[in-house]
């Protein structure tokens, strides 16, 4: 083996390597002697039997340990941490798109809070108070009496207004939250007749018959109504409804909707039946304030 051949000591582990070099013994080293004698006798060859000592070792062997390589596995997890930490922080606007997506989602076709700007639904609905309304259940089923419905306002000549797109967005946020945008475009009442009822509110105090028949309205403020506007068959020509009797016939595919608040409520009184696509849902919950939380 040449002088200049390295071994790898065998039971070192992959990450420590011991190199081993075999040199020859200089004069240097020799004129200092061996570094280790045998001071036992051996028997010799000889034949007198003189005791030989050991000769020294033609070799010195030294060693020294290789430096160990940094670990691959270990830089790869750090920079991955350091990318976690960066996707993590890019992913936040990320998440709140997601969010504002599926809220919209959820507010165009499910579930979508609306403010009550006004008193015409008083006591059941008070000006401040955030109901949610559910616009699926129209899909499978009729409207009935007594449901409270959100309408479009353009059911009642109104033309939406025009608005900047800032203003726009910013309202889209506030009815997510249902909270008032100043510019309300919907109404809230309740449905006292359905397409093919014969309607008549009349009478001191007010009365509500639907095919003849006395409709209980516990719910009405104050329960009873003194003296708003009533609805007799002299009203339907005015309010495109065909007479019958002493009343008036709700057309197929409308309903007839009043306030609960009769003696402050512009309803179908005043713009006639309303047609069933202009329905946005039905309430069924108060959600705000805490003290008014509730099912309708």
Excluded: H
């Amino acid at each position: 083996m040449s002088s200049d051949e390295s071994k790898s000591s065998p039971g070192t582990s992959s990450n420590e390597t011991t190199v081993w070099s075999e040199s020859p013994v200089t004069a240097e080293e020799a004129s200092e002697g061996p570094a280790e004698t045998s001071t036992e006798a051996k028997p010799s060859g000889s034949e007198d039997g003189s005791a030989v000592a050991a000769a020294p070792s033609p070799a010195v062997r030294k060693s020294y340990t290789a430096p160990v390589p940094p670990d691959p596995k270990k830089r790869k997890k750090k920079s991955f941490g350091q990318r976690s930490t960066v996707a993590k922080i890019t992913e936040i606007p990320v998440l709140i798109i997601m969010a504002f997506v599926i809220a919209v989602v959820i507010k165009t076709f499910l579930v979508q809070a609306f403010y009550i700007p006004s008193g015409s639904m008083l006591p059941t609905l008070r000006v401040g108070d955030r109901v949610l309304v559910e616009k699926v259940g129209y899909l499978f089923d009729d409207v009935s009496r007594g449901d409270v419905v959100v309408f479009e306002k353009e059911v009642f000549g109104a033309q939406t207004q025009d608005l900047p797109w800032y203003q726009d967005a910013r309202n889209l946020v506030r009815e997510l939250l249902g909270l008032p945008t100043g510019n309300e475009e919907d109404y809230i009442k309740r449905v006292v007749a359905i397409g093919g009822d014969v309607i008549q509110y009349s009478g001191q105090p007010r009365r509500l018959l639907v095919n003849g028949e006395r409709i209980e309205e516990s719910y009405i403020r104050g329960g009873r109504d003194a003296g708003s506007p009533a609805l007799t068959s002299d009203d339907c020509r005015r309010l495109e409804m065909e007479s019958s009797g002493k009343g008036c016939r709700v057309p197929a595919g409308t309903v007839f909707v009043m306030g609960d608040n009769r003696g402050n409520s512009e309803d179908s009184r005043v713009i006639g039946p309303v047609a069933e696509d202009k329905i946005i849902g039905k309430a069924f919950v108060i959600i705000w304030p805490p003290g008014d939380i509730g099912t309708l």
